[in-house]
């Protein structure tokens, strides 16, 4: 028998899960009967390991990752009378290519404008080539709708207000030996958030101590949370925070305005990805508490002016106003009014001091917004025209006390001096001096009535102000000490008349009485009298002389006081009738002598 021989067999290359094509042995040998008998190295391909005759067509199998080379070595046995030779073996190959495969791409949430991360498609096939398709459903995110090969960086779109998402579907196809196989497609998605935004928040400005406007923040993208940073948190509100800005008590403890300004940023998250949108920001301006500056109380005289108050503050950055009112418009200031107070003639028509409490309220004005400040208070003190009680007039004698004068007053509330001045000081009284006037003895040297007039001017003091009012004048006048001018003594007989007395005195400008004692009335005159004496009959019984001392004292009156002078004396004397003792007679001798006589008595 010959050496039986197969045909060569064309290697196959097919990929896992597709029909190999059957294979009819064949070959140049004949005359016989030819059986095929074959084994397969790699049973893994789907292929038995042995077996006899052509083989059929069957799904190649490759579950793995690179190709699977099965190598079938077939052997013809030739048969001829009733001996079979085994011929020459041929081998040949299936080959089967894995299924193409493309590893999970993870999906991805990229921002509006934001850069998508490169997409590198990567397979576990290893031996051969594998290839990548994709397409995408959703072109508006800014990627074409289909291509090959890995997916660039591109910057993602979305100009609506929600997510858009685009689901890439990437096809792998595996090459080995000029045969493509296409494996299963995966999916994966590119969701672009969109930008949010947020709408326009309206500035605030409100006063120190009150409550903000509360902020809701709002924007066309549903779901958008915002953010917002402060740059001022001295006025209440925290440094930073998330979502709306509740109301809150504005805080500015200084004298001029504070600005906050608050950038809000809207942020949409989506995917675990926050996108931020374009930042907005808004003012809150604090006015600080309007304030004005302390006003000094004022203490004035009535009728004198008052000084102007021109009001004042600490504030700054905006205009303070003032309005003030007044409790007591007795002193000549309105009610009320405002801005600053202009000089006034204080005015008190009673006798103690009147304060009147004016409270000024300040307002601060910024940004068309005013605030008030809390009020403060300043007294305008009007002292009364001080007055002095009248005084009485006094007259008084030379050499005797005056009556003290303690000068008095209708004032209440503070207190009254008294300054006076004396024109005449020769009554005894210093030109001027303070205070009330104390007893002194008064002097006249002269002989008329010596009158000083005493001016006194009352000072009334409240509030460390002196008010000095109307002056008062009253007189103290001196009367000269009574005087009596020198009376003649007389020597009268007994029987004969005495000389009518005559008193005078240099004294004027008054009424002079004078008042008489006589020690001896037996000389015919009463033993006192007054005014002057009238001529009289002197009488004297005795035998001697008899001297009658007169006593007159001068009693000088002037303004009904009546002042005694110094008593003056003179004496009258009235001597007896004469009378001679009996004489006896004598009758004598001429030429004698006669005896003398010695006349006795």
Do not use: H
């Not at 990805?273 to 374009?278: A, P």
């Amino acid at each position: 028998n010959p050496t039986a021989t197969v045909n060569p067999v064309s290697n196959q290359v097919v990929c896992t899960g597709d029909a190999t094509t059957a294979v009819s042995f064949g070959s140049p040998t004949t005359g016989g009967t030819i059986v095929y008998n074959w084994v397969n190295n790699t049973t893994s391909i789907g292929l038995g390991a042995s077996g006899s005759g052509d083989i059929v067509s069957f799904t190649a199998v490759n579950a793995g990752t690179s190709p699977v080379t099965a190598t079938i070595t077939v052997t013809p046995a030739y048969t001829n009378g009733g001996v079979t030779c085994n011929g020459t073996p041929r081998s040949f190959t299936i080959i089967v290519n894995p299924t193409a495969q493309v590893n999970t791409v993870s999906n991805q949430v990229v921002c509006n404008g934001a850069n998508t991360t490169a997409i590198n498609f990567s397979t576990t096939n290893t031996a051969g080539t594998t290839t990548y398709s994709w397409t995408n459903d959703n072109t508006t995110i800014g990627l074409g709708a289909s291509g090959s090969g890995n997916i660039a960086v591109f910057a993602a779109v979305n100009t609506g207000t929600s997510p858009v998402t685009a689901t890439i579907t990437v096809t792998p196809t595996f090459t080995n030996l000029g045969v493509s196989c296409t494996g299963p497609s995966k999916t994966f998605t590119i969701t672009v958030n969109p930008t949010p935004t947020v709408n326009a928040v309206s500035d605030q400005l409100v006063c120190n101590a009150d409550n903000t406007t509360a902020v809701t923040f709002g924007g066309a993208v549903v779901g958008t949370t915002y953010l917002w940073t402060n740059s001022t948190p001295s006025i209440g509100l925290l440094a930073s925070g998330t979502g709306d800005i509740a109301s809150f008590t504005a805080v500015n403890t200084g004298t001029a305005p504070v600005t906050a300004t608050i950038t809000v940023t809207p942020r949409f998250t989506n995917g675990s990805v926050g996108c931020n949108g374009t930042p907005t920001t808004f003012t809150i301006t604090v006015n600080p508490t309007a304030q004005v500056n302390t006003v000094s109380n004022q203490v004035v005289c009535n009728g004198s002016n008052v000084t102007a108050i021109n009001f004042g503050t600490v504030n700054t950055g905006g205009t303070t106003t003032y309005s003030w009112t007044n409790n007591n418009t007795t002193i000549g200031l309105g009610a009320s009014g405002a801005g600053n107070i202009a000089v006034f003639a204080a005015v008190n028509t009673g006798t103690s001091p009147v304060t009147a409490t004016i409270t000024v309220t300040p307002t601060f004005t910024n940004g068309g917004v005013p605030c008030t400040g809390p009020a403060k208070t300043f007294t305008i003190t009007v002292n009364p025209t001080a007055e002095v009680n009248a005084v009485s007039n006094q007259v008084i004698c030379n050499g005797t006390n005056t009556t003290a004068i303690a000068f008095g007053t209708v004032n209440t509330g503070g207190t009254t001096a008294y300054s006076w001045t004396n024109n005449n000081i020769t009554i005894g009284l210093g030109a001027s001096g303070t205070g009330n006037i104390a007893a002194f003895t008064a002097i006249n040297t002269g002989t008329s009535p010596v009158t000083a007039t005493i001016t006194v001017t009352p000072t009334f003091t409240n509030g460390g102000v002196p008010c000095t009012g109307p002056t008062t004048s009253f007189t103290i006048t001196v009367n000269p000490s009574a005087q009596v001018n020198a009376v003649s003594n007389q020597v009268v007989c007994n029987g004969g008349n005495t000389t009518a007395v005559t008193f005078s005195s240099t004294a004027t400008g008054g009424t002079v009485v004078y008042n008489w004692t006589n020690n001896t009335p037996s000389i015919g005159l009463l033993a006192s009298g007054t005014g002057d004496i009238a001529g009289f009959t002197a009488v004297n019984t005795g035998t001697s002389p008899v001297t009658a001392t007169i006593t007159v004292t001068a009693q000088y009156t002037n303004g009904s006081i009546a002042c005694n002078g110094t008593p003056r004396t003179f004496t009258i004397t009235v001597n007896p009738t004469a009378q001679v003792n009996t004489v006896s007679n004598q009758v004598v001798c001429n030429g004698a002598n006669t005896t003398a006589v010695t006349f006795a008595t």
